[in-house]
């Protein structure tokens, strides 16, 4: 077990807090998208794990002191844009033929 | 001092993360999701990400989480029914989580030991002037090619709810 | 000198008349047939004038390449014509007995259905027996070998609408493909060792090698060749497709069971001399082999009724006869009795055919008799035959046999004995068939004035004959039978042996006795011939009846087709049935396949489980998936 960070108010923060901090967001995103049944939820988790993909590209940037990950964070929001209409559009859909919005009768391709 | 104000956004972030998965009601998670963007954001002021930070107040609180919020309230489903599920798969799921959650952990901190830290205002690329500089330059061509990417994506949400033609 | 003429010319004949015969007239056909073996012997004739094989000369072979077949490496098969002394004799025998045969055929066929196929089918066997004696390698010699096969399956089953016609084909093909599997098995020995399958190559280097004293390569070669040529020439133990053979037309026994084709085993054994030579055990087993089919044959033919049949056992007999001379060194003597059986065995098959022709199908002995008078030239030829076949002094057949004779007294004495008394035994049953058949009272149902219906066992099918009564044969048909008495008589002044000198030494120092105790003995048989069946009838009875359990055992000529019935036939029918059709192909064939369906449907059927419909149940395999991953490569350290 490496040595807990000191905890000082001095202010320096070890960086591998964020990515820590990453983590946890990220994982709760998953249990977001596999244990919720509303579609609209499942959707925001996923918005929840991108966006904890976005503190790690910050924090890496922050690193290497290059604004390239600020970059790429910025197009991962235009697509999660994009993706969010798109996906919202389907899901509007899907409640017109079926009148739920629950996932588990989105199954068709059941055997 | 950036100690304490990251803890302090962080646990904002993680204690609205547990609220977007445990509520029931799809609007509570909706604005649990928006809190989580917002202390995320001032997360990225403290990086040295100013440009980043005003995105996703504007663009994915502002926009993305709007358009959230109004389908919410379009199809107004209420509340998620409750189901039962096998037993061993409630009790499973935390604690494959939270195991998930150590095992990164532990791999993160033995390749980044905690030899360094940060600091506000240390990084000072994170500007409108330089992130603009570099999109519109080296970055060209994906912004190009993102912005056709979400013509597409209008012109798919367009159809894909548009009024069935009888 | 265009050696390939001679057998093209029938093959020519056989393509014409098969694929336009139907829509020919007869004359057009029998022109064509016969026309085609006229020009091959004229051709054969010139070609042996110009190599000088009628003055002495052709002392070494000479040989044409065509092209090359096979090229493997350093293994070379091509396609060569050769002709040698040997090689003239054969050609001799074939195309003109086969001539004087075919110009019968027109005769003997004139009002059967299926005409033109006849001839064709004989057309083709004349290029497959040429091939066979011209090719210059043992492939070659395989390929004449496999055809005539195929020729005579073709023939004996040519009236193919009768079951026994189409069973004895089959049998006769099936029996000589047992003896193929020797041939073929020693063709690749010799391939093997000898690096090549051509015949001057291979005797070169077998001269250089020494006698083999015990069992070695070169005495499985021989033995393997010899499983082959007894297939092909009729002898213990694979003759039993001879008999049933007579199941065929008259001049198809004639010409393929008597003088050419059953012949072919004896030319590759000479052929082969150089071979045979330098492995005494091989030549042994030739010749023991030999004189027991001679013997066993001759007891066989002392009872049997069909006239065809005791000529078929007849062959059988004469064809053990040459194999003795192969056998024991006297390779002349051995190709001279082939010639002079040519003669007379053919003469004896087609004046049969005559007496069936003119009792409208009639082959029973016990119904036939007093003939003589109504069918004089037949009887007369048959006589000729009758006299060569027994030995008697200046005949052909008595010069043959009395080499043989005296190549197996100085081989093994004992040999001579058994042929003598087989030589005996030969005399007495022709002599008994010829008096059967031309003397005593007419034992049949034909009137004299109308002819009957009395079909025979060869299924002759002389439906709407219409001739009347017991006639003699037309011209057609008795002038080449009159040609073949005039050789079985005079032949034998065509000394082969002084012929052959070249290639084989001749055998010497034979004691004068023994010829004269042959002629003795042959003579015996005519006249005890004709007591039994001239003088006194009574006798042949009293002694059937006496002997009954030796006579029945004779009449069923030992049952030997009912012993390889039994042991090889049905437990192969009911091998093939019970285990390699219900076990083999039904259970574990289909079993496979269709087990491969079904293990098919089954795996689908477990990994469609995984194809659940729901989403989440997806995601949740995708993230336990890259858990695993990140858990083995995070204790792998790769990070």
């Not at chain 3, 006698?211 to 009729?234: D, F, H, Q, R």
């Not at chain 3, 037949?378 to 005949?395: E, K, S």
């Amino acid at each position: 077990m490496p040595p807990l960070p000191q905890l000082s108010l001095s202010g320096v923060v070890p960086f591998n807090w964020y990515l820590i901090l990453s983590v946890i967001l990220f994982a709760l995103g998953v249990a977001g998208f596999l244990f919720r049944r509303n579609i609209i939820t499942v959707f925001m988790s996923i918005e929840l794990m991108l966006n904890a993909v976005n503190l790690t590209f910050i924090s890496f940037s922050y690193k290497m002191n290059q604004n390239d990950g600020h970059i790429f964070s910025f197009f991962v929001m235009v697509v999660a844009a994009a993706e969010a209409a798109v996906g919202l559009a389907i899901i509007l859909t899907v409640f017109k033929n079926r009148q739920t919005l629950e996932i588990d009768e989105v199954s068709s391709l059941k055997n | 001092m950036d100690a304490i104000l990251f803890l302090l956004f962080a646990g904002v972030a993680v204690l609205c993360g547990i609220n977007l998965v445990l509520q029931t009601h799809p609007i509570s998670s909706a604005l649990s999701l928006v809190g989580v963007m917002g202390a995320l954001a001032l997360i990225y002021l403290q990086l040295g990400g100013e440009f980043i930070a005003m995105a996703q107040l504007i663009v994915y609180a502002g926009a993305v989480m709007v358009l959230f919020v109004f389908v919410i309230m379009l199809l107004n489903e209420g509340k998620e029914r409750k189901v039962h599920r096998k037993l061993w798969v409630r009790w499973a799921g935390a604690p494959l989580l939270f195991a998930f959650v150590a095992m990164m952990s532990a791999i993160v901190v033995r390749i980044l030991p905690p030899s360094e830290g940060v600091t506000f205002g240390k990084m000072t690329q994170g500007t409108a002037q330089a992130v603009g500089t570099k999109l519109f330059t080296i970055y060209l061509l994906p912004f190009e090619v993102t912005s056709v990417l979400i013509l597409i994506a209008i012109i798919g949400a367009i159809v894909l709810a548009s009024k069935e033609v009888d | 000198m265009q050696l390939w003429l001679i057998p093209l010319l029938p093959l020519a004949g056989f393509l014409l008349n098969g694929v336009f015969g139907r829509k020919l007239s007869k004359p057009v056909v029998n022109a064509i047939a016969v026309g085609s073996v006229l020009l091959s012997f004229l051709w054969v004739l010139k070609t042996l004038n110009a190599l000088g094989a009628f003055s002495g000369g052709l002392e070494e072979a000479y040989k044409e390449h065509y092209f090359t077949w096979i090229q493997s490496g350093t293994f070379n098969i091509g396609v060569d014509f050769a002709v040698d002394r040997l090689t003239a004799i054969w050609l001799m025998i074939v195309t003109g007995v086969g001539l004087l045969i075919h110009i019968y055929a027109v005769g003997y066929m004139a009002h059967e259905s299926g005409y033109y196929r006849f001839f064709a089918y004989l057309n083709l066997f004349m290029f497959f027996m040429l091939v066979l004696v011209l090719g210059a390698n043992y492939l070659l010699l395989f390929v004449g070998w496999e055809g005539v096969g195929l020729c005579s399956y073709l023939l004996i089953g040519f009236y193919f609408l009768e079951k026994f016609a189409t069973d004895a084909g089959n049998k006769a093909f099936i029996v000589n493909r047992i003896g193929d599997f020797g041939f073929v098995l020693a063709v690749f020995l010799i391939g093997n060792h000898f690096k090549t399958l051509d015949f001057a190559s291979v005797f070169a280097q077998v001269k250089t090698m020494p006698v083999e004293a015990n069992i070695g390569w070169i005495t499985a070669i021989g033995l393997l060749l010899l499983l082959g040529a007894t297939g092909k020439s009729a002898q213990i133990p694979l003759y039993v497709w001879l008999p049933d053979a007579m199941a065929g037309p008259t001049p198809v026994s004639a010409l393929i069971h008597a003088a050419t084709m059953v012949t072919a085993g004896i030319y590759m054994i000479a052929r082969s001399a150089e071979l045979y030579l330098h492995s005494s055990m091989a030549l042994d087993v030739v010749a023991i082999i030999g004189i027991a089919t001679a013997f066993v044959a001759a007891t066989i033919g002392l009872c049997q009724t069909d006239i065809k049949k005791v000529f078929a056992y007849s062959t059988v007999s004469q064809l053990g006869y040459m194999f003795v001379g192969l056998g024991t060194g006297a390779f002349s003597a051995g190709v001279w009795h082939v010639m002079t059986h040519a003669f007379f065995k053919a003469l004896l098959f087609l004046g049969a055919g005559s007496v069936i022709h003119a009792l409208s199908g009639e082959q029973d002995l016990r119904k036939m008799g007093g003939l003589a008078k109504k069918i004089p030239i037949t009887c007369i030829v048959l006589f000729c035959a009758g006299v060569a076949i027994a030995g008697v002094p200046f005949t052909s057949g008595h010069y043959s046999k009395d080499a043989i004779l005296e190549a197996a007294y100085l081989h093994a004495p004992w040999m001579y004995w058994i042929g003598v008394v087989t030589a005996g035994m030969t005399a007495f049953y022709v002599f008994r068939a010829l008096f059967l058949c031309f003397f005593g009272e007419y034992r049949g149902d034909l009137q004299d004035s109308h002819g009957h219906d009395a079909h025979g066992h060869d299924a002759h099918g002389h439906d709407a004959h219409g001739h009347g009564g017991i006639h003699e044969s037309p011209p057609v048909m008795w002038i080449p039978l009159a040609i073949l008495a005039l050789l079985s008589l005079g032949g034998g002044f065509i000394n082969i042996p002084q012929y052959l000198e070249p290639m084989f030494k001749p055998v010497e120092g034979a004691p004068e006795w023994l010829g004269y105790i042959a002629i003795a003995v042959g003579l015996g048989g005519i006249g005890l011939a004709a007591l039994f069946y001239l003088v006194s009838p009574a006798i042949p009875e009293a002694l059937a009846s006496t002997f009954a359990t030796p006579y029945r055992w004779i009449l069923n000529k030992y049952f030997v087709d009912e012993f390889y019935d039994a042991t090889v036939v049905e437990p192969m029918i009911d091998g093939s049935r019970v285990f390699l059709w219900r076990v083999a192909d039904a259970r574990i064939v289909d079993g496979a396949v269709n087990g491969a369906g079904t293990v098919a449907r089954s795996v689908g059927s477990l990994l469609r489980l995984a194809q659940s419909g729901y989403i989440r149940n997806y995601a949740a395999w995708v993230v336990g998936g890259s858990i695993l991953v990140i858990a083995y490569m995070g204790l792998r350290g790769s990070f």
